[in-house]
């Protein structure tokens, strides 16, 4: 099956730093989203990015299909950024989630 | 915009005994999933359903899980006899499922916090 895996797994920031986040996945696939897991263990959907690049904000990510990676780029970070970001592609019927990044930015 | 409902948040229960988290998916999707995630781990696939059919299934939607879609919006998923190791946050999604079920995002609900004591 496939495997997803993503760097770092811990990420220590001091408020407005920057920082990029990847997403290594084993196969082609068709979908690929991230997600942002709260303290309070909701995922927020921040992205659905199959392929190229999208911007909301401070967050963007691209993600180049053909070499089977994606990045989730946040700028100027804020301490509500805190939490773990996963990244999530798309078998034929499910998502397959990545072992997530823990992220934790200091006021 | 409309979103994925997940009732109870948070469910204790006895070890042993049943128990049925309900989720509504977006009304117009087709396709669901229950996903599950220990403390500390990563989110991991359970289940799928379609026209009211599983899709697959994990290796962890053994014979003690079941799903089922009783109506036209609630769809649920079952425990038949706890344990210890189901402790766990159990999320809903639905997908539209039009254009090819790979293509589609999913939309996942806030979870539900099950705690088996």
């Known amino acids: 099956g496939i495997q997803v895996e993503q760097s770092p797994p811990d990420l220590i920031l001091q408020e407005g730093a920057n920082s990029t986040l990847r997403c290594n996945f084993s196969?082609?696939?068709?979908?690929l989203q991230w997600f942002h897991q709260n303290p309070w263990g909701q995922l927020i959907n921040l992205f659905y990015?199959?392929?190229g690049t999208k911007q909301n904000g401070r967050l963007s990510a691209t993600t180049v299909a053909t070499e089977r990676y994606s990045l989730l780029y946040i700028s100027s970070s804020q301490t509500t950024d805190s939490g773990v970001y996963f990244c999530?592609?798309?078998?034929?019927?499910?998502?397959?989630f990545g072992t997530g990044t823990r992220l934790k930015v200091l006021a | 915009e409309p979103e994925v409902t997940q009732t109870p948040s948070h469910q204790v229960t006895q070890m042993g005994q049943e128990v049925i988290l309900r989720c509504v998916p977006i009304?117009?999707?087709?396709?669901f999933y229950w996903y599950r995630q220990i403390l500390g781990q990563k989110v991991e696939f359970l289940v799928s359903?379609?026209?009211?059919?599983?899709?697959?299934k994990s290796e962890i939607f053994d014979d003690q899980f079941s799903v089922e879609r009783p109506d036209g919006s609630n769809f649920t998923l079952k425990i038949r006899s706890t344990k210890l190791e189901d402790s766990a946050m159990y999320f809903c999604?639905?997908?539209?499922?039009?254009?090819?079920?790979?293509?589609?995002?999913?939309?996942f609900g806030d979870g539900t916090r099950l705690s088996i004591l």
């Open positions: 999604a639905s997908s539209p499922g039009t254009g090819g079920v790979s293509y589609q995002p999913q939309h």
């Open positions: 196969d082609s696939v068709n979908n």
């Open positions: 990015i199959p392929s």
């Open positions: 999530a592609v798309a078998g034929t019927y499910k998502y397959i």
């Open positions: 009304s117009n999707h087709l396709y």
């Open positions: 359903f379609y026209n009211n059919e599983i899709s697959e």
